[in-house]
DNA sequence: TTACTAACTAAGAATTATTCTTAAATAGCA
DNA sequence: TGCTATTTAAGAATAATTCTTAGTTAGTAA
C-alpha cells in the first residue's frame, strides 16, 4: 500500500526531528511500516521481541510516543482500551469491526474532499482544525475474510 | 441541547433494557445527562459523590458498562487514555481540542446525510456498517472561551 | 581515531484506568 | 410481607502505560 522507506530515509527523518537514529527506534518504526494493521504496542513488542530480545517495552512505549509528537506516526484510540498504532500518514480513514477489533484502513480521495470542503463552508470559530478522521463502525461479516472495499 | 428525561422516563428505559432501576443508575443517568461536556468515569464519580457518598467507583464502572451494552449511552475512545462517555443518542460528531482534552458536540445533519449517501455507494465488501464517527481535531484559540459553530 | 556528553535504553517500580471477587443489600414480584 | 435474582460496596487484581535511575551509545569535536 504505503511504500516503505530505505533505512537511510528513516535515519534521514529521524535526523530532521533531532532524534538519534538508534537501533531500536529504526526497528521499531521498520516493524510499524511493514505492519498491515494497527497494533498496539504489546503487539508490536512481540514482532520487534523475536529479533530483539533485548529491547524493553518500555523503550517501545517510550519510541512511539516520541514518533508520534514528530508526527512520524499516528496514535489511534480504540474501544477495547489499547492505543493503536499507524505508520501510514496519508489521509485516510478507518473501518473498525466491533467484533474482531480489527481496524481496516479506508483511502478514498473523494470521501476526503467531500468532507474538506464541507468543513471549509462552515465556520467553526474559536477553533483551528488540524485535520479530521471518520470511523466507520460495524462488523465483519465473515471474520476470516478480508473487508474489500470496491 | 437534548432534552433530558423525566424520572419516570429513565425507569421506564431501564426497565425496557431488563435493568432494575436502582438508585445508583438513576443517578449516574441524571448525572450524565445533565453533563455538557463528555466525562470520564472518574469525573462523572467526582459529580454523583458528593450527593451520594457511598456510591462505589466499581459500580459506576459497571453500570456505565451496562448502559453501553443496551445503548442507552456511548462510550467515546479518547486519545489520553480514559473513556468518555455520552449520553448524546442523536447521530452527531465531535470536535476535539488536542490541549485542553475537550470533546464538544457538533450536529449538523447536512455532514450527515453527505456522508451516509457517501458510504452508501461505496461497497464495503464483507462488512455490516452499524454506524459512523467522524473525529474533527485541532486546537482551541482561547481555551477559556467556547468553540461556535456557524 | 578517540574522547566526550547529551540523549537514549533496560529493568523494574509506580501509577492510572478498569475489571474482578465476594459478601451484603435491595428491587421487583408473588 | 417474604423471596430471590440482581445489584452493590469494598477492596483486590489486572492491564496499559509512565516513571525512575543507573548504565549505554550516537553523534560530534578534538
Ligand atoms: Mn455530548
Ligand atoms: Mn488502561
Ligand atoms: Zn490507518
Ligand atoms: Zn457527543
Do not use: W
Not at 526531528?17 to 512481540?46: F, M, S
Amino acid at each position: 500500500m504505503i511504500e516503505e522507506s530505505t533505512l537511510a530515509q528513516i535515519k534521514q527523518k529521524l535526523r530532521a526531528y533531532n532524534l538519534k537514529a538508534t537501533q531500536q527506534r529504526l526497528v521499531i518504526y521498520k516493524a510499524l511500516q511493514a505492519t498491515e494493521g494497527h497494533p498496539t504496542a504489546e503487539q508490536l513488542y512481540e514482532m520487534v521481541s523475536k529479533d530483539n530480545p533485548s529491547l524493553s517495552l518500555g523503550t517501545l512505549y517510550k519510541t512511539l510516543e516520541a514518533f508520534v509528537a514528530v508526527q512520524l506516526i499516528k496514535k489511534v484510540a480504540c474501544e477495547d482500551g489499547a492505543m493503536r498504532f499507524d505508520a501510514n500518514l496519508s489521509t485516510h480513514n478507518h473501518i473498525f469491526c466491533t467484533n474482531t477489533q480489527e481496524i481496516i484502513d479506508f483511502e478514498d480521495k473523494e470521501l476526503h474532499t467531500l468532507i474538506t470542503a464541507f468543513l471549509k463552508r462552515k465556520n467553526i470559530d474559536n477553533f483551528e482544525m488540524t485535520d479530521f478522521q471518520l470511523q466507520i463502525n460495524g462488523q465483519k461479516v465473515n471474520p476470516k475474510k478480508k473487508v474489500q472495499i470496491t
